[in-house]
Protein backbone atom coordinates (compact mmCIF):
# COMPACT_ATOMS: atom_id res chain seq x y z
CA UNK A 1 0.00 0.00 0.00
CA UNK A 2 1.20 3.45 -0.33
CA UNK A 3 3.76 4.95 2.33
CA UNK A 4 4.56 8.61 2.52
CA UNK A 5 7.79 9.46 4.83
CA UNK A 6 8.37 13.30 5.58
CA UNK A 7 12.23 14.17 6.04
CA UNK A 8 14.40 17.58 6.52
CA UNK A 9 15.97 19.07 9.09
CA UNK A 10 14.30 19.39 12.65
CA UNK A 11 15.67 22.41 13.84
CA UNK A 12 15.02 25.87 11.92
CA UNK A 13 16.26 29.74 12.53
CA UNK A 14 13.95 31.82 13.07
CA UNK A 15 13.67 34.27 9.33
CA UNK A 16 15.35 31.11 7.61
CA UNK A 17 13.03 28.94 5.35
CA UNK A 18 12.41 25.53 6.33
CA UNK A 19 12.20 22.61 3.65
CA UNK A 20 10.76 19.30 3.90
CA UNK A 21 10.55 16.30 1.36
CA UNK A 22 7.89 13.60 1.42
CA UNK A 23 8.50 10.29 -0.52
CA UNK A 24 5.89 8.46 -1.83
CA UNK A 25 6.85 4.37 -1.77
CA UNK A 26 4.74 1.65 -2.88
CA UNK A 27 2.31 3.86 -5.43
CA UNK A 28 2.83 6.24 -7.98
CA UNK A 29 2.76 9.65 -7.69
CA UNK A 30 0.79 10.72 -10.29
CA UNK A 31 -2.72 11.67 -10.60
CA UNK A 32 -2.98 12.56 -7.05
CA UNK A 33 -3.37 15.71 -5.07
CA UNK A 34 -0.44 15.99 -2.33
CA UNK A 35 -0.99 18.29 0.81
CA UNK A 36 1.21 19.08 3.67
CA UNK A 37 -0.86 19.60 6.63
CA UNK A 38 0.94 20.93 10.14
CA UNK A 39 -0.06 20.49 14.28
CA UNK A 40 1.66 22.55 16.64
CA UNK A 41 1.92 20.54 20.19
CA UNK A 42 -0.92 19.67 21.96
CA UNK A 43 -2.86 21.73 19.16
CA UNK A 44 -5.37 21.13 16.21
CA UNK A 45 -4.73 20.37 12.42
CA UNK A 46 -3.78 23.18 9.81
CA UNK A 47 -3.68 22.47 6.19
CA UNK A 48 -1.03 24.28 4.48
CA UNK A 49 -1.40 23.67 1.08
CA UNK A 50 -1.30 21.16 -1.81
CA UNK A 51 0.34 20.19 -5.36
CA UNK A 52 -1.17 18.23 -8.06
CA UNK A 53 1.21 16.13 -9.82
CA UNK A 54 0.94 18.58 -13.07
CA UNK A 55 2.26 21.19 -10.29
CA UNK A 56 -0.59 23.38 -9.71
CA UNK A 57 -1.03 24.33 -6.56
CA UNK A 58 -3.15 25.61 -3.51
CA UNK A 59 -2.46 27.03 -0.47
CA UNK A 60 -3.99 28.15 2.65
CA UNK A 61 -4.63 32.34 2.16
CA UNK A 62 -2.93 32.76 6.17
CA UNK A 63 0.46 31.46 4.66
CA UNK A 64 0.03 32.08 0.96
CA UNK A 65 2.81 34.24 1.20
CA UNK A 66 5.33 32.21 2.36
CA UNK A 67 5.14 28.61 0.78
CA UNK A 68 5.96 26.95 -2.51
CA UNK A 69 5.59 23.68 -2.88
CA UNK A 70 7.55 21.52 -5.56
CA UNK A 71 6.73 17.71 -7.08
CA UNK A 72 9.53 15.55 -8.61
CA UNK A 73 7.36 12.94 -10.25
CA UNK A 74 10.16 11.01 -11.56
CA UNK A 75 11.93 10.42 -7.79
CA UNK A 76 8.20 10.06 -6.82
CA UNK A 77 8.65 13.08 -4.23
CA UNK A 78 7.05 16.54 -3.59
CA UNK A 79 8.59 19.37 -1.59
CA UNK A 80 7.33 21.87 1.12
CA UNK A 81 9.42 25.49 1.81
CA UNK A 82 8.20 28.04 4.28
CA UNK A 83 9.97 30.87 4.08
CA UNK A 84 10.45 33.58 7.37
CA UNK A 85 9.58 31.05 9.80
CA UNK A 86 8.95 32.58 13.67
CA UNK A 87 8.67 29.93 16.57
CA UNK A 88 4.42 29.82 15.80
CA UNK A 89 5.65 27.82 12.71
CA UNK A 90 7.07 24.92 15.47
CA UNK A 91 4.91 21.46 14.39
CA UNK A 92 4.61 18.38 13.59
CA UNK A 93 4.67 18.63 9.85
CA UNK A 94 2.41 15.95 7.76
CA UNK A 95 2.42 15.21 4.45
CA UNK A 96 -0.45 13.31 2.92
CA UNK A 97 -2.20 12.18 -0.23
CA UNK A 98 -5.60 13.82 -1.51
CA UNK A 99 -7.99 11.83 -2.53
CA UNK A 100 -10.39 12.99 -4.95
CA UNK A 101 -13.98 11.67 -6.77
CA UNK A 102 -15.10 13.25 -9.80
CA UNK A 103 -17.43 14.41 -10.82
CA UNK A 104 -18.52 16.28 -7.76
CA UNK A 105 -15.29 16.91 -6.38
CA UNK A 106 -15.07 15.45 -2.52
CA UNK A 107 -11.87 14.53 -1.43
CA UNK A 108 -10.53 13.28 1.76
CA UNK A 109 -6.59 12.91 3.13
CA UNK A 110 -5.43 9.27 3.04
CA UNK A 111 -2.83 8.18 3.90
CA UNK A 112 -1.00 10.44 6.02
CA UNK A 113 3.18 10.59 6.81
CA UNK A 114 4.13 9.85 10.02
CA UNK A 115 5.00 13.37 10.73
CA UNK A 116 8.17 15.01 11.44
CA UNK A 117 8.71 17.52 14.58
CA UNK A 118 10.07 21.27 13.21
CA UNK A 119 11.46 23.06 15.68
CA UNK A 120 12.44 26.73 15.07
CA UNK A 121 14.70 28.22 17.77
CA UNK A 122 17.87 30.22 17.29
CA UNK B 1 -13.28 30.46 5.50
CA UNK B 2 -15.51 27.63 6.59
CA UNK B 3 -15.11 27.57 10.08
CA UNK B 4 -15.72 24.03 12.08
CA UNK B 5 -16.41 23.41 14.93
CA UNK B 6 -16.84 19.98 17.28
CA UNK B 7 -18.95 19.35 20.36
CA UNK B 8 -18.31 18.06 23.10
CA UNK B 9 -14.27 18.89 23.26
CA UNK B 10 -13.86 16.20 25.17
CA UNK B 11 -15.97 13.25 26.87
CA UNK B 12 -15.25 10.50 29.15
CA UNK B 13 -16.83 7.08 28.00
CA UNK B 14 -16.57 3.46 29.23
CA UNK B 15 -15.71 0.48 26.86
CA UNK B 16 -19.02 -0.71 25.41
CA UNK B 17 -20.83 2.68 25.62
CA UNK B 18 -22.35 4.43 22.34
CA UNK B 19 -20.56 7.73 21.60
CA UNK B 20 -21.73 10.54 19.72
CA UNK B 21 -19.53 13.66 18.51
CA UNK B 22 -20.70 16.84 16.37
CA UNK B 23 -19.41 18.73 13.81
CA UNK B 24 -20.92 22.04 12.53
CA UNK B 25 -19.90 24.03 9.61
CA UNK B 26 -19.83 27.78 9.48
CA UNK B 27 -21.47 27.16 6.31
CA UNK B 28 -23.56 24.73 4.12
CA UNK B 29 -21.05 22.17 3.10
CA UNK B 30 -23.33 19.82 1.86
CA UNK B 31 -21.68 16.25 2.65
CA UNK B 32 -18.06 17.53 1.79
CA UNK B 33 -17.08 15.96 5.55
CA UNK B 34 -14.66 13.87 6.81
CA UNK B 35 -13.86 12.15 10.00
CA UNK B 36 -10.14 11.26 11.33
CA UNK B 37 -8.68 9.18 14.15
CA UNK B 38 -5.76 10.61 15.86
CA UNK B 39 -3.82 8.80 18.66
CA UNK B 40 -1.00 10.15 20.67
CA UNK B 41 2.37 10.56 18.62
CA UNK B 42 0.46 9.34 15.96
CA UNK B 43 -0.49 10.91 11.88
CA UNK B 44 -4.68 11.39 11.83
CA UNK B 45 -6.24 8.25 10.48
CA UNK B 46 -9.21 8.60 7.90
CA UNK B 47 -12.73 6.78 9.48
CA UNK B 48 -15.17 8.03 7.13
CA UNK B 49 -15.14 10.52 3.89
CA UNK B 50 -17.92 12.39 2.41
CA UNK B 51 -19.58 12.84 5.32
CA UNK B 52 -20.91 9.13 5.67
CA UNK B 53 -18.71 6.56 3.76
CA UNK B 54 -16.46 4.06 5.92
CA UNK B 55 -12.84 3.95 4.62
CA UNK B 56 -11.95 0.68 4.17
CA UNK B 57 -10.25 -1.40 6.83
CA UNK B 58 -11.97 0.74 9.84
CA UNK B 59 -14.49 -1.39 12.01
CA UNK B 60 -18.17 -0.93 11.71
CA UNK B 61 -19.04 0.11 14.91
CA UNK B 62 -18.11 3.67 13.49
CA UNK B 63 -20.96 5.89 11.08
CA UNK B 64 -21.23 8.81 9.91
CA UNK B 65 -23.81 11.30 9.10
CA UNK B 66 -25.06 14.45 8.69
CA UNK B 67 -25.32 17.29 5.45
CA UNK B 68 -25.23 20.65 4.87
CA UNK B 69 -23.90 22.26 8.15
CA UNK B 70 -24.38 19.20 11.28
CA UNK B 71 -22.60 16.44 11.20
CA UNK B 72 -22.66 13.25 13.26
CA UNK B 73 -19.99 10.82 14.15
CA UNK B 74 -21.03 7.59 16.32
CA UNK B 75 -19.11 4.92 17.83
CA UNK B 76 -21.67 2.11 18.72
CA UNK B 77 -19.73 0.44 20.83
CA UNK B 78 -16.30 1.71 22.51
CA UNK B 79 -14.03 -0.26 22.13
CA UNK B 80 -9.77 0.06 23.93
CA UNK B 81 -8.55 0.88 21.32
CA UNK B 82 -10.79 3.58 20.32
CA UNK B 83 -9.59 6.17 22.96
CA UNK B 84 -8.11 8.75 21.10
CA UNK B 85 -8.89 12.37 19.49
CA UNK B 86 -11.61 12.46 16.38
CA UNK B 87 -11.06 15.44 14.08
CA UNK B 88 -13.83 16.53 10.96
CA UNK B 89 -12.46 18.27 8.49
CA UNK B 90 -14.60 19.74 5.35
CA UNK B 91 -13.92 19.97 1.71
CA UNK B 92 -15.99 21.63 0.31
CA UNK B 93 -13.87 24.94 0.02
CA UNK B 94 -10.28 24.56 -1.10
CA UNK B 95 -9.41 26.46 1.97
CA UNK B 96 -9.82 22.76 3.66
CA UNK B 97 -10.11 22.84 7.69
CA UNK B 98 -10.23 21.02 10.93
CA UNK B 99 -12.66 21.36 13.34
CA UNK B 100 -10.72 21.35 17.12
CA UNK B 101 -10.95 17.74 17.50
CA UNK B 102 -12.82 15.70 20.68
CA UNK B 103 -10.61 13.87 23.18
CA UNK B 104 -12.80 10.37 24.31
CA UNK B 105 -10.97 9.11 26.72
CA UNK B 106 -11.89 6.44 29.43
CA UNK B 107 -14.49 6.88 32.34
Known amino acids: QVQLQESGPGLVKPSETLSLTCTVS????????WSWIRQPAGKGLEWIGR???????NYNPSLKSRVTMSVDTSKNQFSLKLSSVTAADTAVYYC????????????????WGQGTLVTVSS | DIQMTQSPSSLSASVGDRVTITCRAS??????LNWYQQKPGKAPKLLIY???SLQSGVPSRFSGSGSGTDFTLTISSLQPEDFATYYC?????????FGPGTKVDIK
Open chain 1, 26 to 33: GGSISSYY
Open chain 2, 50 to 52: AAS
Open chain 2, 89 to 97: QQSYSTRFT
Open chain 2, 27 to 32: QSISSY
Open chain 1, 96 to 111: ARGVQIRPNGKNWFDP
Open chain 1, 51 to 57: IYTSGST
